[in-house]
């Protein structure tokens, strides 16, 4: 749309009625008219803006800034979803692995259970050991009932994270099976800050915000200044003609064309732009606030 504004834009108009007239003069009946055509007219108008002071640039500049702000705002989106994903995966994968744990607990428990009651039933143990080892189970059995119920609960907020029916997603890859080599950092600290500064996709799209707002304080500011258009017409119809009042009306065509340079100078607006530019200013201010703000 900005771009459009660099173009020229030609209209063409074509109109066509039916044209019935009658007067009736009192008492001169000669002068009295009567007639009825069908009345066609075309015309064709070019408005080429040649100079503004800046305007279309600035306008240009202010929607390319709006467009990178977008993008980088995706771009943060898609990386934030990302880590998301990532980390409820990761978290998936431990909590399946805290369910192995447990199951196999539990069945250690259950066998310690048994082998203790089997002591006490031939009496060379006391049946406080049958006891203690039944509690162990038991704890077990509840430790194992806790971590299924984490499993199938770190399952669904994936399932959800990915776009999915929570039911969709039934299991994950177990950590063994997924494990890869950490990744060794040689840069210095301050140096990934100061990358993280400049290439992060939300400073990114800060930046562009306020480049988006001082481009529209500069269009702001051109809109007010004298503009130089190109401006073309042709035009031509068949509107019948007549000599004079109560003489006949004969067929007939015109055309009328020009070309011409036209300059348009705003004089007063009432402070109305005066206005505009204080606001955009401000905004210029707050987007710059905002970048800072998001850099540290």
Same mark, same amino acid.
């Given at each position: 749309?900005?771009?459009?504004?660099?173009?020229?834009?030609?209209?063409?108009?074509?109109?066509?009625?039916?044209?019935?007239?009658?007067?009736?003069?009192?008492?001169?009946?000669?002068?009295?008219?009567?007639?009825? $055509?069908?009345?066609?007219?075309?015309?064709?108008?070019?408005?080429?803006?040649?100079?503004?002071?800046?305007?279309?640039?600035?306008?240009?500049?202010?929607?390319?800034?709006?467009?990178?702000?977008?993008?980088?705002?995706?771009? $943060?989106?898609?990386?934030?979803?990302?880590?998301?994903?990532?980390?409820?995966?990761?978290?998936?994968?431990?909590?399946?692995?805290?369910?192995?744990?447990?199951?196999?607990?539990?069945?250690?428990?259950?066998?310690?259970?048994?082998?203790?009651?089997?002591?006490?039933?031939?009496?060379?143990?006391? @049946?406080?050991?049958?006891?203690?080892?039944?509690?162990?189970?038991?704890?077990?059995?509840?430790?194992?009932?806790?971590? =299924?119920?984490?499993?199938?609960?770190?399952?669904?907020?994936?399932?959800?994270?990915?776009?999915?029916?929570?039911?969709?997603v039934t299991d994950v890859p177990a950590v063994t099976d997924t494990a890869i080599p950490g990744k060794t950092f040689t840069e210095t600290l301050a140096r990934l800050i100061a990358e993280?500064?400049?290439?992060?996709?939300?400073?990114?799209?800060?930046?562009?915000?306020?480049?988006?707002?001082?481009?529209? @304080?500069?269009?702001?500011?051109?809109?007010?200044?004298?503009?130089?258009?190109?401006?073309?017409?042709?035009? =031509?119809?068949?509107?019948?003609?007549?000599?004079?009042?109560?003489?006949?009306?004969?067929?007939?065509?015109?055309?009328?064309?020009?070309?011409?340079?036209?300059?348009? @100078?705003?004089?007063?607006?009432?402070?109305?732009?005066?206005?505009?530019?204080?606001?955009?200013?401000?905004?210029?201010?707050?987007?710059?606030?905002?970048?800072?703000?998001?850099?540290?």
């Open positions: 749309v900005a771009r459009a504004a660099y173009l020229p834009t030609l209209t063409v108009n074509w109109q066509g009625v039916r044209d019935s007239s009658v007067t009736d003069i009192t008492d001169h009946p000669a002068l009295s008219s009567n007639y009825s $055509a069908t009345v066609r007219s075309e015309g064709v108008s070019l408005n080429w803006l040649l100079y503004d002071f800046g305007g279309r640039e600035a306008a240009l500049k202010n929607a390319s800034s709006l467009l990178e702000a977008a993008q980088a705002t995706q771009n $943060a989106t898609l990386q934030s979803t990302f880590a998301t994903v990532a980390k409820d995966y990761y978290a998936a994968q431990a909590a399946h692995a805290a369910l192995d744990t447990a199951r196999e607990i539990e069945v250690m428990t259950r066998q310690s259970a048994a082998v203790a009651q089997a002591k006490v039933d031939k009496g060379v143990a006391p @049946i406080t050991d049958a006891l203690q080892a039944q509690s162990q189970h038991e704890q077990a059995l509840l430790n194992l009932a806790k971590a =299924r119920s984490d499993a199938q609960s770190t399952i669904g907020a994936l399932a959800v994270d990915m776009g999915y029916d929570p039911s969709a993280v500064k400049r290439t992060h996709p939300s400073v990114v799209a800060a930046q562009a915000q306020y480049d988006a707002a001082m481009a529209k @304080i500069v269009q702001t500011r051109a809109q007010g200044l004298p503009s130089l258009n190109l401006v073309g017409k042709y035009n =031509r119809d068949n509107q019948p003609q007549s000599l004079g009042l109560g003489l006949p009306t004969y067929p007939s065509t015109g055309h009328d064309a020009y070309i011409g340079i036209q300059v348009t @100078i705003p004089i007063f607006e009432g402070f109305g732009r005066n206005y505009q530019i204080d606001q955009a200013r401000a905004e210029a201010e707050r987007q710059q606030d905002a970048l800072e703000e998001t850099r540290n």
